[in-house]
């Protein structure tokens, strides 16, 4: 079904599943024809029972021309009147065909919801699967630029309004075109002339949804921006519920929310307003048909100037008030069509958004050793123009134990995020196991990784759960191991549920040394060939810290392993320490060489022995 009608290119992108769901698309048009062919026959046969009961009337006066009536209704009638039963009977007969054609019509009306609705049902699901498909295949730099309420209402609110249209808009829209197509051919077969006057009012009301669609479809895009921004406003206010109330800022917070709520309150109400118009329209329409129908028909017939009876009349009311629903439906109709295409435009600016990040199309499954190698690597942020990584040279050789370490914003956590592909760098090479990192498949790459973050992200899960998210299969014995690696078993013990106790939204229910050592459980649970750990022992206290670094010491043996850190670490010894600044290499060398050199990392480590003494 192609939808280029009305402006409405944005929509066309549902052309593929209107084409995968073809056999009960076209089913489903089949069934509303059938549906309205069944529902069109009734006045016909009315008109017949009118003109039967007339002729048993005194004064009745036979036609000039004999009526013509479609191919089954003439069928009944030629059938009915030569049963010789009495004018009752026939009546009788005929009031049960009527009820017999009203079942069949609601029986395919039936038929058509379950395949017209239960269809726009799977191209929602089908939909929201490719929204949330292309959202994770979406790189960093799109999630810093675009907040998460926005990205929720796009897949909720806009897909929702989308299936509007891929259901009841397409049902109705089918249904008002063969019912309309099929009572205006009947009516222009009686009468041609008293079908123009009824119709008459028509191209107004076509006139009317041209130029209100426009209006509409201009306030429903600005709706749905509007509403974007406030279900952002309201997830940022979930998320940070325990910053808004330590800062006693829950009156800032309800003001802004107040604020996008009111924006979004005009705009509904605007367009609310604006859909108001077609309602009384359409009524004001379909009221002066029927007026035009009895007065003109009524005119015709007491002059007897046209063979226009009262079974005419009587015809054509009931066509006009057939019509009174589609007609009406035309405003609704075009309404969801103008909202969904406003919903799918934003989709689209989403779906058609390439990911700047993607594998290459020859996928190889290759075994990475862990080595890492950076040639004159740079790197600026696009939606910053920060330069974080200037002309950068360094190679960490498999099984290498490396501390990057440097003041915040030296460019550490850009560097392992460069190594994990979260990015791509702006110019030079980088280089695993002699390969350029943008050869090797996504997948296959961060398979080899395990990458344990500041912030560890925990999901509204059990704690087993959260642990076991890296891996392929929960294993509950590894899980335990890991938990007693990271230090954090006997916390978990304790835990009303243990291993199996949910821990909330962002793990809300746990403090920040629990979760930083659940999610480096979660890192070493992997087991992957290369492990970075971004600074992820900051909310741990210093004898737990020692704790987990003399287990990591044995468990990283013959591991590529990367500390972040703005620390120095005495425990564990590394093959080399990185010293950060400004996103330029200054320093690298083993412990004693950077101490013998009193550099950077020198008076980092004196600074910090200040630091330990006094504190």
Request: aromatic share 10%.
């Amino acid at each position: 079904m192609q939808v280029n009608f009305l402006g409405l290119k944005h929509l066309k992108a549902l052309n593929k599943y209107f084409w995968k769901y073809r056999v009960r698309l076209s089913i489903g048009i089949f069934f509303i024809v059938i549906s309205n062919y069944f529902g069109v026959l009734a006045p016909q046969i009315t008109g017949y029972i009118i003109d039967f009961v007339q002729r048993s009337l005194p004064g009745y006066i036979p036609k000039a021309k004999q009526l013509s009536y479609d191919v089954t209704v003439q069928g009944f009638i030629t059938w009915i009147e030569g049963l010789n039963y009495k004018p009752i009977q026939i009546v009788l007969l005929s009031g049960g065909l009527i009820l017999a054609l009203a079942l069949l019509r609601g029986f395919f009306m039936f038929l058509m919801r379950q395949t017209i609705i239960v269809m726009s049902r799977h191209i929602e699901y089908d939909q929201k699967n490719e929204v949330y498909d292309h959202y994770q295949k979406l790189d960093a730099t799109f999630y810093k630029t675009h907040s998460t309420g926005d990205l929720m209402s796009r897949m909720a609110e806009d897909v929702s309004r989308v299936r509007m249209f891929t259901g009841p808009a397409i049902m109705y829209l089918i249904n008002l075109i063969t019912l309309i197509g099929m009572s205006v051919f009947f009516m222009l077969k009686r009468d041609v002339e008293l079908t123009m006057y009824v119709l008459a009012p028509l191209p107004i009301l076509a006139v009317t949804i041209y130029f209100v669609n426009t209006i509409i479809h201009k306030k429903s895009e600005a709706l749905q921006a509007a509403l974007g921004k406030l279900t952002s406003t309201a997830q940022q206010s979930y998320s940070g519920i325990r910053v808004i109330k330590s800062f006693v800022q829950e009156d800032a917070m309800y003001k802004a929310f107040e604020a996008s709520s009111e924006t979004y309150r005009k705009g509904a109400t605007s367009l609310a307003k604006v859909e108001a118009m077609y309602f009384p329209s359409m009524n004001l329409l379909i009221g002066l048909s029927t007026l035009l129908t009895i007065m003109i028909g009524g005119i015709y017939h007491l002059n007897g100037a046209k063979a226009v009876g009262i079974d005419t009349i009587v015809e054509f009311v009931i066509y006009i008030n057939m019509l009174t629903f589609p007609v009406s439906a035309i405003g609704w109709t075009a309404s969801m069509i103008q909202r969904a295409s406003a919903s799918q435009k934003r989709l689209n600016e989403f779906l058609q958004t390439a990911p700047a990040i993607s594998s290459p199309s020859v996928k190889e499954n290759i075994a990475l050793s862990g080595d890492i190698k950076l040639q004159n690597v740079s790197f600026t942020y696009s939606h910053t123009g920060i330069e974080a990584i200037k002309n950068l040279s360094l190679h960490i050789r498999a099984g290498d134990r490396i501390a990057i370490v440097g003041r915040t914003g030296s460019g550490k956590t850009t560097l392992v995020q460069l190594i994990l592909r979260l990015y791509d760098v702006s110019s030079g090479n980088l280089l695993l196991d002699e390969i350029p990192i943008d050869k090797i498949d996504l997948i296959n790459l961060r398979s080899h990784m395990s990458y344990v973050p500041q912030d560890g992200f925990l999901f509204s899960d059990t704690v087993a759960g959260n642990i076991a998210f890296g891996s392929k299969w929960m294993d509950k014995e590894k899980v335990v191991e890991a938990a007693k690696l990271a230090v954090v078993h006997k916390d978990i013990e304790a835990f009303s549920k243990g291993y199996e106790t949910e821990i909330g939204e962002r793990g809300v229910t746990l403090s920040g040394g629990q979760k930083q050592r659940i999610s480096i459980a979660r890192g070493l649970l992997k087991e992957a060939p290369i492990m970075i750990f971004d600074d992820c022992l900051s909310a741990v206290d210093t004898r737990t810290e020692r704790e987990i670094i003399i287990n990591l010491s044995g468990f990283l043996h013959s591991k590529t392993s990367i500390f972040i850190t703005h620390r120095v670490f005495n425990l564990l010894q590394f093959d080399k320490i990185i010293v950060l600044e400004g996103g330029e290499l200054k320093e690298q060398g083993s412990h004693v060489e950077l101490m013998q050199k009193r550099g950077i990392y020198f008076a980092m480590y004196q600074r910090q022995l200040q630091e330990q003494e006094t504190g």
